[in-house]
């Protein structure tokens, strides 16, 4: 039981990190054009969409990543919270 708490958390931090260099690509141009970017791009949007729906651009700037950023850190302490009533 505490392998798949294990990997769920890899799996979190790993995406995480995903989703970090893809909003970075967005400062490059052409980055996101790339076969890096497109395979983030289908990895990373599917997870973001939802957000940007709901949470308007101020301006220039899409803050929906850092509410993505903060959803995933609810999950990741939600997990941990979960395993430790579990073991």
Do not use: H
């Amino acid at each position: 039981m505490d392998l798949i708490f294990v990997i769920l958390g890899k799996v979190i931090y790993y995406y995480s990190w995903a989703l970090i260099i893809y909003i970075l690509m967005s400062w490059f141009p052409n980055a996101r054009e790339s076969s890096i970017g497109q395979f983030l791009a289908k990895i990373c949007e599917p997870y973001l969409e939802p957000f940007r729906r709901i949470i308007p651009s101020i301006g220039m700037m899409d803050i929906s990543p850092i509410v993505a950023f903060l959803v995933l850190n609810l999950a990741t302490m939600g997990l941990s919270n979960v395993r430790d009533w579990l073991l």
